[in-house]
């Protein structure tokens, strides 16, 4: 399994960014995919999630969406009216044999390698 994160870079507070992780390599019909971020100094947190059976969620606020395309080869993250403290790393990671999301990294078997997002003020 290939994950590829894209769509990072350097936005002002207030401005929205797009990120899309490309997956490649699976054929498992069950899994979970999900976003992660990491910020210089913290632990890596969970953002949001989409599993196979149509489960989606968030996990921090509102500002941030997830979506896939409809061969589901493509997951996205949408992050509206993004602010200083958004500033980190995304990743994407997968579950292959899911049915549920989690925000936990021990349970992602998979990682892209990250795409860094940059708030200024």
């Known amino acids: 399994v290939q994950l590829v994160e894209s769509g990072g870079g350097l936005v002002q507070a207030g401005g929205s960014l797009r990120l899309a992780c490309t997956v490649s390599?699976?054929?498992?019909?069950?899994?979970?995919i999900g976003w992660f971020r990491q910020a210089p100094g913290k632990k890596r947190e969970g953002v949001s999630c989409?599993?196979?059976?149509?489960e989606s969620t968030t996990y921090i606020d509102g500002r941030f969406t997830i979506s896939t395309d409809g061969a589901k080869k493509s997951v996205y993250l949408q992050m509206n009216s993004l602010k200083p403290e958004d500033t980190a790393v995304y990743y994407c990671?997968?579950?292959?044999?899911?049915?549920?999301?989690?925000?936990?990294?021990?349970?992602?078997?998979?990682w892209g390698r990250g795409t860094q997002v940059t708030v200024s003020p």
């Open positions: 989409l599993s196979s059976t149509g």
């Open positions: 990671a997968y579950i292959r044999l899911a049915t549920k999301c989690s925000p936990w990294v021990a349970e992602y078997d998979y």
């Open positions: 390599g699976f054929s498992f019909d069950d899994y979970a």
